[in-house]
């Protein structure tokens, strides 16, 4: 032991001690798939979820114990020792580990940046977190321990009647006051609290008034119903019910149900920010609940807060974005993910996860029942849903009396008569909107003033220099701008190939539609909403407030609108610019496409107001706007599930995409041949394709190509890429950056 080297932080103990003393394996955020040993004198398999501080190198590092054993394949004489253990909270839970494991093992991602990507930032940090002492609670009386039949407790138990008696008066108890009327109280609470008589409240919002719900119509009950029934075990629920039809109201029967239980409910929305009417239902129907929001635009320290309220228990609702998937939940009951088909519950790098998905492995895991809700499920969900995998529940009307389904109707404009992209029949639609003092909105999906800006004489267009794409003319900022890596460059006086000066924007973005409507309707109150207008800190909830208090006539806006709000006074959508997505080479933009245009569409004629949509389209015949007319998913989801069975895509199949970038496309090519003949033989059941440029084949700066394979079967896909991931490790790699994304969105 003479010459141990200087990192031997165990030189002072004998040979001996160090068989004696335990070993951890940690999880380290560092990208390589493997767990790191360190000797360390007193833990016990307690310590399993615990914090550490390690040394690393010449670092210092914050890890999590994943496992305690007594021997490590590392000759003992070289393992570290660890530095310290944060006990300044409590372990994370082994589910959350094992949850870890599954995505690490599903993405094929290292299980210490899974692990250490799952904390809040303050927890991962080097320094340990002292705790503000928790805010005052009290015990509220249940409807459940209210019609609680008292005889079955034993007339000798003098302090359980007691304590019943007093809630039963007051509602409430401080945890002092019921130390007075016995020591014994506290256990006295558990036990009822575990029975579902009473809950624990945060002291200064028990006076809060809760609203009052509206009696559920035949098929919400009937949803309602059969989750409540099976409410104790793993299912997955697709509750498919179109807009207005109630979803969010079953939700909360459904949450009402698990508070009695005392149990926790997560429930993951696509952009909390862009629905705080969400929050605000929420919090007005459970006023005395503690209920938190996890989303990647707080603040650390309130997300630490509210990861912590949520590890400890006390965050009855997790309200959150898809990061919330791992948050600690002891006492999860039930996990809820709304929107269920949005595209931003898939993380577009690092752990490329989908919450959803991920939440159904939770789900079952806590044999709890996971709800999918949608209006236009995604078309995974919606065949194993048909097909019986998923249990399928339906709303197919609009819950509010009277609301009916808005009227859709398709202008053709290869015959009507367009001045500047508008059609007569929507401008007389939106100069009767104005007339009748009621709301429109016109949607397009592309925000600037024009997608293009080209030159008349040699067609030149503006490009991105780091990306394959066009650049957008932003007019009232006289800039160019990317949307896909936000270069921007001042607008050319003239062309830059033939010098040309007659240079013009070509096409229509959301600021050009606005100033044309200005100018056609120079009385009307005209809102523009996207995500240039809404950029402000509070834009967002002003100009909300603004559409709600009745200070606008007509609203321009991208998809930003389209999500879950409830705008009580429109009548009219008119739809510009959808045909594009009709012909993408993305297999997934009909159903996309069709998911947006329900959403729009289903902001029209909510309350009292019959609602009217207006598509512009080239394309009339299409069986997407066929569908739309109808309001009729199910036809369009056969359609497009029959194209998906013939053409080998997915649900049908599984993929999953090697993904390389590289500052030359040949690297980028090279390296995915390479990993192509690596795949060789071992292809049993699994298809491998050529390696061929991304759809955006050039983003800031970097070329992209991919690789896709993909089996019938899930288990042979996974098999193959487990072998195959650590086959692609041990690749020469220069300058290329790889990644693997299994369950692939975007090409
Ligand atoms: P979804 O989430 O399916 O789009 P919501 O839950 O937002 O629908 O419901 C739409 C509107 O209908 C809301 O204003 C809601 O308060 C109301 N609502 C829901 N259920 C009922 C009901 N059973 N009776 C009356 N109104 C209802
Ligand atoms: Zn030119
Ligand atoms: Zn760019």
Redo the contacts with the bound molecule.
Sequence with gaps: MDNAPEHHSANSLSQKDLFKMPIIRVALDVPVATLFDYLASDATTHDIGVRVQVPFGRKIMTGVIMEVLDSSPVTPGKLKTAASLFHDIPPLPLTLLDLCRFCSNYYHHPLGEVVMNSLPSRLRSNKPFIQKSTPPFQFRLTDAGRHADTTSIPVRSIIQHRLLNRLRENGVIKPDEARQISPSAPKVLQKFREMGWIEEVPIHSSSAKSVSS????TE?QTAFDAIANDIRKFNVWLLH?????????IYLRLITLLLLQGRQTLVLVPEISLTPQLEQIFRSRFPTTLLVCLHSRLSDSERLKGWLQAQKGEAKIVLGTRLAVFAPLPKLGMIIVDEEQDGSFKQQDGLRYSARDVSIFRAKQENVPVIL?S?TPSLESYYHATNGRYRMLR?SS????KAVLPAVHCIDIRSAKCIDGLSQPLITALENGLAQDQQSLVFLNRRGYAPVLLCKSCSWTAKCHRCTSRLVVHLREKQLRCHHCGHQERFPSSCPDCGDQDIVPFGQGTQRVEALLAERFPNARILRIDRDSTRLKDGWEKMLKDIYERRVDILVGTQILAK?H?FPNLSLVGILNSDAALFSTDFRAAERLFAQLMQVA?RAG?ADIPGEVLVQTEFPDHPLYHALRRHDYAALAQTLLSERKMAGFPPFVYQALLRAEAPQISAAMNFLTSAAELAGSTTGGVEIFDPVPAQMARLKGLERAHLLVQSGSRKKLQEFLTSWHTRITTLPIRKVRWSLDVDPQEF
């Design positions: 509206p009696v559920l119509n919400q019910g179109i807009t207005g039809s109630g979803k969010t109201e809700g209006a709303l609009r819950a509010v009396k879950g409830d289903g909510r």
